[in-house]
């Protein structure tokens, strides 16, 4: 996985094609789909991200979305807005060789399809992972939902030669709006990814385990059941400091995970990075400069030096 271009000729010509003949983006889980996509299907899996001589410093992006209740819309404005995430990140050069990631989060305790992990590309199969996904819009409805089982298996179900070859993390960015359970449960990891745990695991534990390797973020989102909701804010606070990120406008999405990206790799300055957004037509300038402030205006940070912030640091970042 990972070979190949992003083209927006070939997505363009995919969503005229689709408009013609009356289908959806999302046809497999507009379909009536209930079970996980045979692609996406964690059990059993693991994510690679590769070098290869077409792309010889792959930069792995995994993007993670609950698409319970409210949050059942983020798919299609991130489906709607890939070709301008895809834009800055290569014709930008804010990425070397980005290859990206698609996945759902549900509720293992009660949805069909909790968990849904797709593969790192860097072409328009990407496009066709983000149409597989179900979108359930179930939940449980108690403020909760299995972002600890997504994490576990960033942590231990991913394997990425920016890692392994030059030491350099990843990036992990979740969007949802509840909060996660306290334990990866054992029985949901055999379950839903074939792993046998003697115990479950803290969320603690599984957290310091995946910012090892990845630069995890959590994003917020206005328009969202839970949006500002203090308790949620708190909780991923404490998990992951200034990386909680509240987002005013869910548009703004695609931009800063771009953005957050393009100053981690060093390839922009905020400054720059807003400048971009300008001639590319985007109203997020405002948003995402608010978002980024604490990275530091006029200067630029190293994703693979970045110190994590550990529970009880700097805060959430709000917009």
């Not at 010509?13 to 964690?42: C, I, Q, T």
């Not at 014709?91 to 849904?116: E, H, K, N, S, W």
Request: one cysteine or more; hydrophobic letters at 35%.
């Amino acid at each position: 996985m990972g070979s190949g271009i992003w083209s927006t000729d070939v997505y363009d010509a995919a969503d005229r094609y689709r408009r013609a003949s009356g289908r959806s983006a999302f046809s497999y889980s507009d379909s009536g789909a209930r079970s996980v996509h045979p692609a996406l299907d964690p059990r059993g899996a693991v994510r690679e991200s590769r070098d290869s001589a077409e792309h010889p410093q792959s930069t792995p992006v995994a993007v993670l979305f609950d698409v319970t209740g409210s949050m059942g819309h983020v798919p299609r404005t991130l489906q709607a807005k890939l070709p301008q995430l895809l834009g800055l990140l290569l014709r930008q050069g804010y990425a070397r060789d980005p290859q990206l990631m698609f996945g759902a989060i549900g509720d293992a305790t009660c949805d069909r399809v909790p968990l849904q992990v797709g593969q790192f590309e860097s072409d328009n199969r990407m496009d066709d992972d983000l149409g597989r996904i179900v979108l359930e819009g179930g939940g449980g409805g108690q403020m909760s939902e299995s972002y600890e089982l997504a994490l576990y298996f960033m942590a231990r179900h991913t394997v990425t030669d920016s890692w392994e070859k030059r030491g350099r993390r990843g990036y992990l960015f979740i969007i949802g709006d509840e909060l996660a359970y306290p334990r990866v449960d054992r029985r949901q990891v055999s379950r839903l990814i074939g792993d046998e745990l003697g115990e479950d695991v803290p969320v603690r534990q599984i957290v310091d385990e995946v910012t090892r390797r990845w630069d995890t973020y959590y994003l917020l989102p206005a328009g969202s059941h839970y949006a500002g909701n203090r308790k949620v804010l708190d909780f991923w606070r404490g998990l992951l400091g200034q990386h909680a990120v509240e987002l005013d406008d869910l548009d703004a999405v695609c931009e800063t995970i771009a953005l957050t990206i393009g100053l981690g790799e060093q390839a922009i300055d905020l400054d720059q990075g807003v400048r971009d957004l300008d001639r590319s037509g985007s109203t997020a300038g405002r948003t995402v400069s608010k978002a980024l402030a604490r990275l530091g205006r006029g200067r630029r940070v190293s994703a693979a030096a970045l110190p994590f912030t550990p529970a009880g640091g700097s805060g959430v970042t709000r917009l």
